[in-house]
C-alpha cells in the first residue's frame, strides 16, 4: 500500500508565503511525476504545477513566478513553496503522484488528503 502525506497548510495575509509538503511511503518502487493541485469551492479540481523525477517543472499561468515546485526523491517527497499568495489562491491543495509499487512493478496515480490553504486581504 501507498499513502501521500501532505503538510504545511494554513492561513495566511496576502503577499504571505506558505510551504506544502508531500511525503510518500509504502511499498514504492519508484516514483514518476509529482504534482500539485487545487480546488477552490465551486471550481473544478486544476493543475497547480508538476515535477519529473530528473527536475524539470510545469506550472499553471496563474501561479508562474510566485510558486515554485521541488522533489527530493531520496526522502520520496515533494514540495511547494508559495510566495506571494494571492486570495484567490485559497483552495484545497492535492498531492499527487505516479507512483511503481514494488513486488508488481506496476504504476497507480495516488492522491494526498488534501490541505486547506486560505489567503486573506
Do not use: H
Request: neutral net charge; proline residues 2%; aromatic residues 10%.
Amino acid at each position: 500500500q501507498v499513502q501521500l502525506v501532505q503538510s504545511g497548510g494554513g492561513l495566511v495575509q496576502a503577499g504571505g508565503s506558505l510551504r506544502l509538503s508531500c511525503a510518500a511511503s509504502g511499498s514504492i518502487f519508484s516514483i514518476n511525476v509529482m504534482g500539485w493541485y487545487r480546488q477552490a469551492p465551486g471550481n473544478e479540481r486544476e493543475l497547480v504545477a508538476t515535477v519529473t523525477p530528473g527536475g524539470s517543472t510545469n506550472y499553471a499561468d496563474s501561479v508562474k513566478g510566485r510558486f515554485t515546485i521541488s522533489r527530493d526523491n531520496a526522502k520520496k517527497t515533494a514540495y511547494l513553496q508559495m510566495d506571494s499568495l494571492k486570495p484567490e489562491d485559497t483552495a484545497i491543495y492535492y498531492c499527487n503522484a505516479d507512483v511503481i509499487r514494488t513486488v508488481t512493478g506496476t504504476s497507480y496515480d495516488y492522491w494526498g488528503q488534501g490541505t486547506q490553504v486560505t489567503v486573506s486581504s
